[in-house]
């Protein structure tokens, strides 16, 4: 089965720093990999996906991820943190086991950028 | 851009009662999902739909939890005979297709459920 992990519950940043945070996964076959963002009281906003190509994917608010296949990771990067980057990011998997397309997700990582 | 929206934001109801959690697809998708956020966990797959039927569901989605299209806009999950540890946020998604050209879901913004 597909899985995503997410080894930080909480990822603290000052502003204008750049911010990592960590994605492993263990899929079988071909990884089709997301990141999704989840601010207070709102849904999934989805940032950027892996689906192949080049390794270093670029996605929404100047967030980017690079795919690395021998560590099997997809970490999500910005060069330079904003206080408004705060929030719960998801990594995901898509599962295509079963005859359906499930997303998988990891359990978060809160992000906390200080002014 | 076009969103998923959800129905109520927040949804009160007495333990034992049925609920019916409303959700908008974006116009042109054809496959709909809900999902599932207990307060301080991960989210997680309830079921996938399209052209009419289920096409794959966890094991959280039992026999209390249906899903209907009603109509050629609205997709909803009915949750029967509601209990404590149904509270969490649910949450709607659709996608245009299923090929990976069609990925990402698009989620809306979710209904919290609280019962009591």
């Known amino acids: 089965a597909q899985s995503v992990a997410q080894p930080e519950d909480q990822v603290n940043v000052a502003e204008g720093n750049p911010l990592t945070v960590k994605c492993t996964y263990s899929?079988?076959?071909?990884?089709?990999l997301f990141w999704y963002v989840q601010y207070p009281n709102r849904g999934l906003q989805f940032l950027l996906k892996y689906i192949t190509g080049d390794n270093l994917v670029k996605g929404s608010y100047g967030f980017e991820a690079e795919f690395n296949k021998s560590q099997t990771s997809f970490h999500l990067k910005k060069p330079s943190a904003l206080v408004s980057d705060s929030a719960l990011y998801f990594c995901?998997?898509?599962?295509?086991?079963?005859?359906?397309?499930?997303?998988?997700f990891g359990a978060g990582t809160r992000l906390f950028v200080k002014a | 851009e076009p969103e998923v929206t959800q129905t109520p934001s927040h949804q009160v109801t007495q333990m034992g009662q049925e609920v019916i959690l409303r959700c908008v697809p974006i116009?042109?998708?054809?496959?709909f999902y809900w999902y599932r956020q207990i307060l301080g966990q991960k989210v997680e797959f309830l079921v996938s739909f399209y052209n009419n039927e289920i096409s794959e569901k966890s094991e959280i989605f039992d026999d209390q939890f249906s899903v209907e299209r009603p109509d050629g806009s609205n997709f909803t999950l009915k949750i029967r005979s509601t209990k404590l540890e149904d509270s969490a946020m649910y949450f709607c998604a659709s996608s245009r297709g299923q090929g990976i050209g069609n990925q990402p879901q698009h989620f809306g913004d979710g209904t919290r459920l609280s019962i009591l």
């Open positions: 899929v079988s076959g071909n990884p089709y």
């Open positions: 116009s042109n998708h054809l496959y």
């Open positions: 995901a998997v898509r599962d295509e086991g079963n005859g359906g397309f499930k997303t998988i």
